[in-house]
């Protein structure tokens, strides 16, 4: 068993630098090494770009490189294009061509997390959003064996709150709204814990650092409304794909701080921490001795299967890389 560290609860592990295999830059296909951008660019300055990030799963026995949900990804990114004015003129079609494209000239045969970017390529000291170029570019990185959180993730309720919609809104993944993650992650980080969940302004839960949230309580998962200043996660919308096929009531609503102390299950979801339960929050362990619970148990191995093509279900989750 693998001992779960930070990396399971907020995106890939720490990588040394990337800076071997091919990317996508301008418009092709390039070597990483040459995909480079000036200090003048106007999204270094500013946090002016919106990201995404998105696993493959390599299946050995099909020889095949599922990628997880990629339009979705990539319609989520042209609605934060939306948020930041970022005009790319390409389609859905047109991102996920390219990344397949960057993903086969890399020839990965290994797990990958793909990192699409949207930018504001602009050179010039301006703060605004309107008349500046903008590019997109995406590369990717084996990424190992998920790792195994059966001791369940030791969490801490933040001291710093989640960015407000009228200041940065979540919804929108903006490359410098995440300095509000790495706040929060810091902290967490150094007091020992495996990752954070911050609540909203007004003191309602939000999301986890880098993933969302659902509590069990009564056989009902329950997990924060759109409008709570959360990423509208792609996993989160797999997970309520899944508790219907297995009949569990799910529920959008607010929820307290306290209930999470007393829940009957918790997990966060997300594509870097996948489904991951969470044993203690604040020093209280979550059900039976923090043991993963049965519902988060069902929905964790049903998504992995689904992910890595292990089963056949939900073939609409998957963008094969490789032509057969
Ligand atoms: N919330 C935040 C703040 C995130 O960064 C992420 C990761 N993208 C998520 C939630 C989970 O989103 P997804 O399931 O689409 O990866």
């Known amino acids: 068993m693998t001992t779960p560290t930070r990396a399971a609860a907020g995106g890939p592990p720490p990588t040394s630098s990337i800076d ?167 902290d967490a980080i150094n007091a020992g814990f495996d990752d954070t969940i911050m609540l909203t302004g007004d003191g309602h839960v939000a999301e986890g650092s880098s993933c969302n949230l659902f509590m069990v309580r009564n056989g009902v998962l329950v997990t924060p409304p759109v409008s709570e200043d959360i990423l509208v996660g792609i996993t989160r919308g797999a997970v309520v794909e899944l508790a219907r096929e297995h009949e569990i009531p799910v529920q959008e609503r607010r929820i307290d701080r306290s209930e999470l102390y007393t829940a009957d299950e918790l997990f966060f979801c997300g594509t870097g921490v996948q489904i991951a339960h969470i044993g203690e929050v604040d020093g209280r362990q979550i059900g039976e001795s923090g043991r993963r619970g049965p519902i988060v148990t069902r929905l964790q191995a049903r998504y992995l299967a689904a992910s890595r093509g292990a089963i056949p279900d939900y073939p609409s989750w998957r963008t094969a890389v490789y032509e057969k």
């Open 20 to 186: 071997t295999g091919y990317a996508f830059f301008e418009g092709r296909v390039a070597p990483l090494a040459e995909a480079n951008i000036s200090i003048a660019t106007h999204a270094f300055n500013y946090g002016t770009g919106c990201f995404e990030g998105i696993r493959g799963y390599w299946n050995e026995e099909q020889e095949q490189l599922y990628v997880l949900k990629l339009p979705e990804h990539l319609e989520r990114l042209l609605r934060s294009c939306r948020l930041l004015k970022i005009d790319l003129g390409m389609s859905v079609d047109e991102l996920v061509q390219g990344i397949l494209a960057m993903l086969r000239a890399n020839g990965f045969r290994s797990d990958v997390y793909v990192r699409p970017i949207a930018y504001k390529s602009g050179r010039m000291i301006k703060v605004a959003l309107a008349k500046i170029p903008s590019s997109f570019a995406a590369f990717a990185v084996p990424m190992g064996d998920y790792l195994d959180t059966t001791r369940g993730l030791r969490v801490t309720i933040s001291s710093w709150r989640r960015l407000d919609d009228n200041a940065i809104p979540a919804r929108g993944k903006v490359t410098g709204g995440y300095i509000n993650t790495a706040l929060a992650v810091d």
